[in-house]
């Protein structure tokens, strides 16, 4: 059963240069007649796929390739310019570990909010909260505003209320480096029974050999286009040629 389907998906964003144009500026380009419409990069273009229950899809690229950008509008993060995505089941987004968060309630408070976010109750939530603590190691803040833990901390939390909701699809992007290394086994330990489980996994890494190991396709994208889908080792066979090629 598909859990996961993109038909025609395409993205344009504003560059980073014209996110740094700030207003002061715009206003007195228009007044000099120098003002120019944005500049917008098709970031995602057409890209066509379909992820059934239980599948473990590796994605690969270069860097700037649209990797994460894909991930985000299969979570509802960002939107399609055009094109229809459908998605069958509750998403744990492991991308930016703390987005959605708000700075100044409690970390508690936090856990509630971002369980809402993620489609849960919050009686459910209520009855989570201390094992998301505990995993986050965070017993001693329950009660703290979130701006007075560190990055680390934040990233804790977020990993932690992600992975014990148990969704039905995660999605992980490079974030297994949270924390030292003794938080790093616990966060393995636990990606381990998502893997292990009935659970979709989606996943963004450099690391080639755990995605040829672990997942069943890979993805490789290339200037936001889907440029091979299918056997894992073939797949990382056609982008280690192309990295060859280029150089």
Known sequence: ??????????LLRRTQEEFS???KRTILSFFEGKYRQPVQKLVLDEINLVVNSGEKLGIIGANGSGKSTLLK???G???P????VRVRGRIAPLIELGAGFDSDISVIDNILL????LGYSRKEMHERTQSILEFAELENYALVPLKGLSSGMVARLGFAIATDVQPDILILDEVLSVGDEKFKNKC???IDNFWDGNSTVLVVSHDLHFLVKYCNRLVWLDKGRVNFIGNAEE???NYLHNLTIQE
């Open 21 to 23: 144009y700030d207003l």
């Open 114 to 117: 971002y369980g809402v976010l």
């Open 188 to 190: 393995k330990q636990r």
């Open 77 to 79: 993060i960002l939107r």
């Open 1 to 10: 059963m598909e859990v996961i389907r993109l038909d025609n998906v395409s």
């Open 73 to 75: 509008v299969i979570c």
């Open 235 to 237: 797949a990382v066979k």
């Open 81 to 84: 310019t055009s094109g229809v």
